[in-house]
T-cell receptor, first 117, second 116 residues
Framework: AQSVTQLDSQVPVFEEAPVELRCNYS??????LFWYVQYPNQGLQLLLK??????LVKGINGFEAEFNKSQTSFHLRKPSVHISDTAEYFC???????????????FGKGTKLSVIP | GAGVSQSPSNKVTEKGKDVELRCDPI?????LYWYRQSLGQGLEFLIY????????KSGLPSDRFSAERTGGSVSTLTIQRTQQEDSAVYLC??????????????FGSGTRLTVV
C-alpha cells in the first residue's frame, strides 16, 4: 500500500514570491507521482506527473516538481506566484506496475495555497 | 462529451433518505472511478470500473453504498439511508486505460452532498 503526506495544510505567500509545497510518500514498490490542483467548487486538474526519466518535471501554469527517490519526496515549486494560483493542491501516488490496485490513486490531504496581494 | 459531467452539482437530503449521484465520463474512457472528499480528509477511493470487468468495490465504506455502470458509460453512485457522516463532495473521474494506465485521471466537478 502507498501513503502520501503533505506536510503543510495551509501555505500563505505574497504575490510574486516563490513557493514550495511539500509532499512525501511511502511505498514498498515503484510509483508514479502526480500533483493536482483544485480551484473552489471545481474538480481536480492535473498539474504535472512523474512517470520515469528526468527527475525534474514541468507542468502547467509555471509549476514544476522534483522527484527525489532517496528522500521519497515530490515537492512542488513555482518561482513566482500569482493571485490566480490560490487553490488547494493535492499530491498523489499510484504503483507503477500492474497488479491489484495499481490503478488506484492515493492522495494526500491537500495543501491550501493562499496568495496574498 | 468534452469532460466528465456530474449531476447534481449540489444535493441536500434528509437523514435516512436515499440519494443517487450520476457521472457521465469522457466518451471512450474505459475506466471510471469514484472518490469521496471530506473536509480535511483528502480524497478517499470508493470504487473503480474498468470496461466489462467486475468493479473493485473495496473502498465502499458500508453496504449502504453501491454503484453501477451501465453500458460501460454512465455510472450511478447510490447511498441508501443517508447519514450525516455521508456529507462530502463525491468526485468522479475517468481515464483511457485501467491497470496499464500511467495517465492522470480527468475529474468531474463533483457533487456536494449535504445530509441534514
Amino acid at each position: 500500500a502507498q501513503s502520501v503526506t503533505q506536510l503543510d495544510s495551509q501555505v500563505p505567500v505574497f504575490e510574486e514570491a516563490p513557493v514550495e509545497l511539500r509532499c512525501n510518500y511511502s511505498s514498498s514498490v515503484s510509483v508514479y507521482l502526480f500533483w493536482y490542483v483544485q480551484y473552489p467548487n471545481q474538480g481536480l486538474q492535473l498539474l504535472l506527473k512523474y512517470l520515469s526519466g528526468s527527475t525534474l518535471v514541468k507542468g502547467i501554469n509555471g509549476f514544476e516538481a522534483e522527484f527525489n527517490k532517496s528522500q521519497t519526496s515530490f515537492h512542488l515549486r513555482k518561482p513566482s506566484v500569482h493571485i490566480s494560483d490560490t487553490a488547494e493542491y493535492f499530491c498523489a501516488v499510484r504503483r507503477s506496475g500492474p497488479g491489484a490496485g495499481s490503478y488506484q490513486l492515493t492522495f494526500g490531504k491537500g495543501t491550501k495555497l493562499s496568495v496574498i496581494p | 462529451g468534452a469532460g466528465v459531467s456530474q449531476s447534481p452539482s449540489n444535493k441536500v437530503t434528509e437523514k435516512g433518505k436515499d440519494v443517487e449521484l450520476r457521472c457521465d465520463p469522457i466518451s471512450g474512457h474505459t475506466a471510471l472511478y469514484w472518490y469521496r472528499q471530506s473536509l480535511g480528509q483528502g480524497l478517499e477511493f470508493l470504487i473503480y470500473f474498468q470496461g466489462n470487468s467486475a468493479p473493485d468495490k473495496s473502498g465502499l465504506p458500508s453496504d449502504r453504498f453501491s454503484a453501477e455502470r451501465t453500458g460501460g458509460s454512465v455510472s450511478t453512485l447510490t447511498i441508501q439511508r443517508t447519514q450525516q457522516e455521508d456529507s462530502a463532495v463525491y468526485l468522479c473521474a475517468s481515464s483511457s486505460q485501467g491497470t496499464a494506465a500511467n495517465y492522470g485521471y480527468t475529474f468531474g466537478s463533483g457533487t456536494r452532498l449535504t445530509v441534514v
